[in-house]
């Protein structure tokens, strides 16, 4: 019944489309790449596109080919953000649900670190994370996990609260089930459509930010492929090379689009609010 | 007591703290409930019916709520006292409770036959497939065709009438000693009412399952129970056997319910009668009976202090707290 919207839903069924092709695009990376993404090349420095060169995309200013790098980059890019995106969930979801279900002291304090964090730009706070924690890969991961913790904390929390004053959280109660009973099985399976649209929302944020991260150097260190550093490569060239700077731009916006595309898409499924509203 | 006592409750305050001040919902209930029988608890909104029966269960939301004093003495034990770890494994399957709204007490998101197995695989914990077993086995039992395909769909496909059965299957799924039905038939139509009430009597009466059975309306009463408590203002002001309270009340309120119920024979007066006055904020109660401003009979000492609960059988522990039959008056 679910799958069946889901495949009637042309916006979600485009998002997962576009996410397809990326994934596809991984799993060749695997197996196969045009050229060796990281070997200089001096004798094809900054060439264009060209089918005859073998350089789809053209190369960059050290001649690496372009489409390597990118194809190699994606599976980076898709990595930390999936990870950070379940780091941030799931820390984010089990202290906002316990903070919600509980109240008092507990939910007080958690909510004012929430509150700290949110008022700093998620970029920004990234930025610090990254200082701290150094310049590593799997650090971008933590820093865009610990940037999406109070998210998730607040819309697990927002929900509880809506729900577990329901009348069959207190029959389960009297039924005898434990507070981490009620959690997983009460709690956790209502508030998990919002849940959902975040965190789809949230995988096309992480690729912003990640990218970001890595063009500002904190984030992927080169000569390892991010799109984000090969952005950063390009600034000095890009008058000159804009093939540089076009092809990486645009394997991020099709990605950020593919997710928010799905985003909307399962949200517009899943709210029972929106479902027959055309 | 001519038969074994299950459950004791004895001088139960339960208090909420308010902005306002303290709320006395219940002040000094006692009670005995035997085994198989029905006992009903009467009263209007606010009176401290469904209070009573949370604090049984420690089921009050503290805070604000706070039971102040009192025993609750289920198999020898002072539930109040008691580790929540140990209470929590007496719900549902020693105690266990049917709410007032079949809508809102299911989980909308769970199949029913988890529902009613929860208990099962929480106090015996079996596996998935034998609780599902039990709850298709249930389902039956509660009349509801075609139990073994309908185990698997959600609350909102069933009607209301269902749903309550539904919730009287997760309640007895362990056979507890003790049933406390919330106004089970407040939220159902008349006929359905009827079949729900039917089937908690022949339920319980086959397992020998005590039940509670909280309500405002009389005629419930008398089809259902054996022994009657009419509470006001968190007090029980009379306690007798049905047949007793329908033809000997002793209370003015008590009175005053019974001739707030509408009859069909049209001898009576043109009018619905109706108890002057509203139930009293129970905020800061003044040393007094609670009901004297609505009261046809109010003497002096109504207004001066609270009238001491007076046995007038021992035998069947019937009694009233009213300054009309106090030991005194009656002599005079």
Same mark, same amino acid.
């Given at each position: 019944? /679910?799958?069946?919207?889901?495949?009637?839903?042309?916006?979600?069924?485009?998002?997962?489309?576009?996410?397809a092709?990326?994934?596809l @695009?991984?799993?060749?990376?695997?197996?196969?790449l045009?050229?060796?993404? @990281?070997?200089?090349? @001096?004798?094809?420095?900054?060439?264009g596109? !060209?089918?005859?060169?073998?350089?789809?995309?053209?190369?960059?200013?050290?001649?690496?080919?372009?489409?390597?790098?990118?194809?190699k980059?994606? !599976?980076?890019?898709?990595?930390?953000?999936?990870?950070?995106?379940?780091?941030?969930a799931?820390?984010?979801?089990?202290?906002?649900?316990?903070?919600?279900?509980?109240?008092?002291?507990?939910?007080?304090?958690l909510?004012?670190?929430?509150?700290v964090?949110?008022?700093?730009? !998620?970029?920004?706070?990234?930025?610090?994370?990254?200082?701290?924690?150094?310049? /590593?890969?799997?650090?971008v991961?933590?820093?865009?996990?610990?940037?999406?913790?109070?998210?998730?904390?607040?819309?697990?929390?927002?929900?509880?609260?809506?729900? /577990?004053?329901?009348e069959?959280?207190?029959?389960?109660?009297?039924?005898g089930?434990?507070?981490?009973?009620?959690l997983?099985?009460?709690?956790?399976?209502?508030?998990?459509?919002?849940?959902?649209?975040?965190v789809s929302?949230?995988?096309?944020?992480a690729?912003?930010?990640?990218?970001?991260?890595?063009?500002?150097?904190?984030?992927?260190?080169?000569?390892?492929? !991010?799109?984000?550093?090969?952005?950063?490569?390009?600034? /000095? @060239?890009?008058v000159?090379?804009?093939?540089t700077?076009?092809?990486?731009?645009?394997?991020?916006?099709?990605?950020?689009?593919?997710?928010?595309?799905?985003?909307?898409?399962?949200?517009?499924?899943?709210?029972?609010?929106?479902r027959?509203?055309? | 007591?001519?038969?074994?006592?299950?459950?004791?409750?004895?001088g139960? +305050?339960?208090?909420?703290?308010?902005?306002?001040g303290?709320?006395?919902? +219940?002040?000094g209930? &006692?009670? *005995?409930?035997?085994?198989?029988?029905?006992?009903?608890?009467?009263?209007? &909104?606010?009176?401290?019916?469904?209070?009573?029966?949370?604090s049984?269960?420690?089921?009050?939301q &503290?805070?604000?709520?706070?039971?102040a004093?009192?025993?609750?003495? =289920?198999?020898?034990?002072?539930l109040?006292?008691a580790?929540?770890?140990e209470?929590r494994?007496?719900?549902?399957? *020693?105690?266990?409770?049917?709410f007032q709204d #079949?809508l809102?007490?299911?989980?909308?998101?769970?199949?029913?036959?988890?529902?009613i197995?929860?208990a099962?695989?929480?106090?015996?914990?079996?596996g998935?497939?034998?609780?599902?077993?039990?709850?298709?086995?249930?389902?039956k039992?509660?009349?509801?065709?075609?139990?073994?395909?309908?185990?698997?769909?959600?609350?909102?496909?069933?009607?209301?009438?269902?749903?309550?059965?539904?919730?009287?299957?997760?309640?007895?799924?362990? *056979?507890?000693?003790?049933?406390?039905?919330?106004?089970?038939?407040?939220?159902?139509?008349?006929?359905?009412?009827?079949?729900?009430?039917?089937?908690?009597?022949?339920?319980?009466?086959?397992?020998?399952?005590?039940?509670?059975?909280?309500?405002?309306?009389?005629?419930?009463?008398?089809g259902?129970?054996?022994?009657?408590?009419?509470m006001?203002?968190?007090?029980?002001v009379?306690?007798?056997?049905?047949?007793?309270?329908?033809?000997? #009340?002793?209370?003015?309120?008590?009175?005053?319910?019974?001739d707030?119920?509408?009859?069909?024979?049209?001898?009576?007066?043109?009018?619905?009668?109706?108890? #002057?006055?509203?139930?009293p904020?129970?905020?800061?109660m003044?040393?007094?009976?609670? =009901?004297?401003?609505r009261?046809?009979?109010?003497?002096?000492?109504?207004?001066?202090?609270m009238?001491?609960?007076?046995?007038?059988?021992a035998?069947?522990?019937?009694?009233?707290?009213?300054?009309?039959?106090?030991?005194?008056?009656? *002599?005079a």
């Amino acid at each position: 019944m /679910k799958a069946n919207r889901l495949t009637r839903n042309a916006i979600a069924m485009t998002g997962i489309t576009i996410i397809a092709l990326y994934l596809l @695009v991984i799993f060749v990376s695997t197996f196969w790449l045009p050229f060796d993404p @990281v070997e200089m090349d @001096v004798d094809h420095l900054l060439e264009g596109p !060209s089918l005859a060169t073998g350089h789809l995309f053209g190369t960059d200013e050290f001649g690496r080919d372009i489409l390597s790098r990118i194809m190699k980059g994606t !599976s980076i890019s898709l990595i930390i953000s999936i990870a950070a995106t379940a780091l941030g969930a799931i820390v984010g979801t089990t202290m906002g649900t316990w903070a919600g279900y509980l109240g008092g002291l507990w939910d007080h304090w958690l909510m004012r670190v929430a509150d700290v964090m949110f008022s700093f730009p !998620s970029l920004l706070l990234a930025i610090f994370v990254m200082a701290i924690l150094g310049e /590593k890969t799997y650090n971008v991961i933590i820093a865009i996990g610990i940037v999406y913790i109070p998210q998730f904390a607040r819309i697990s929390r927002g929900a509880i609260l809506t729900i /577990k004053s329901s009348e069959f959280i207190k029959a389960a109660r009297s039924n005898g089930a434990s507070s981490t009973f009620i959690l997983r099985k009460h709690l956790l399976p209502n508030i998990l459509v919002p849940l959902i649209v975040q965190v789809s929302l949230s995988l096309s944020v992480a690729i912003l930010l990640e990218s970001s991260l890595s063009f500002l150097g904190l984030g992927v260190q080169p000569p390892a492929p !991010s799109w984000g550093n090969m952005l950063s490569g390009a600034r /000095k @060239v890009m008058v000159l090379a804009p093939w540089t700077a076009i092809y990486p731009g645009l394997a991020i916006v099709f990605l950020v689009l593919g997710f928010n595309l799905l985003g909307d898409g399962l949200r517009d499924i899943l709210d029972p609010r929106l479902r027959n509203v055309r | 007591m001519s038969e074994e006592s299950i459950l004791r409750v004895e001088g139960l +305050v339960t208090q909420f703290s308010t902005d306002r001040g303290l709320v006395k919902a +219940v002040d000094g209930i &006692s009670f *005995n409930l035997r085994r198989g029988e029905t006992l009903g608890i009467v009263g209007e &909104s606010g009176s401290g019916k469904s209070v009573t029966n949370l604090s049984i269960l420690r089921l009050v939301q &503290s805070p604000p709520g706070n039971i102040a004093a009192g025993q609750v003495i =289920f198999q020898g034990r002072d539930l109040l006292q008691a580790s929540e770890e140990e209470v929590r494994l007496l719900r549902g399957k *020693n105690i266990s409770m049917i709410f007032q709204d #079949p809508l809102t007490s299911l989980n909308p998101v769970l199949k029913v036959s988890m529902q009613i197995a929860e208990a099962i695989q929480l106090h015996h914990g079996q596996g998935r497939k034998a609780a599902r077993a039990k709850a298709v086995e249930m389902m039956k039992l509660i009349g509801i065709p075609d139990a073994e395909r309908r185990a698997d769909d959600y609350p909102h496909q069933f009607s209301g009438g269902m749903r309550q059965r539904i919730m009287i299957a997760m309640a007895l799924s362990c *056979n507890p000693d003790i049933l406390i039905a919330d106004e089970p038939t407040t939220a159902l139509d008349v006929t359905i009412q009827a079949q729900i009430l039917e089937l908690i009597k022949n339920l319980s009466a086959k397992d020998k399952t005590a039940v509670i059975l909280i309500t405002h309306d009389l005629g419930v009463v008398a089809g259902m129970c054996d022994t009657v408590c009419v509470m006001y203002a968190g007090r029980i002001v009379e306690r007798a056997s049905v047949d007793e309270l329908f033809y000997d #009340p002793k209370h003015p309120y008590t009175r005053g319910l019974l001739d707030s119920i509408p009859s069909v024979d049209l001898s009576g007066p043109d009018r619905l009668y109706s108890i #002057p006055g509203a139930p009293p904020n129970l905020i800061d109660m003044p040393d007094a009976c609670p =009901f004297a401003p609505r009261c046809s009979k109010v003497m002096e000492v109504c207004a001066r202090s609270m009238p001491p609960e007076t046995l007038l059988d021992a035998e069947t522990s019937r009694s009233v707290r009213c300054w009309l039959h106090t030991k005194e008056n009656r *002599n005079a």
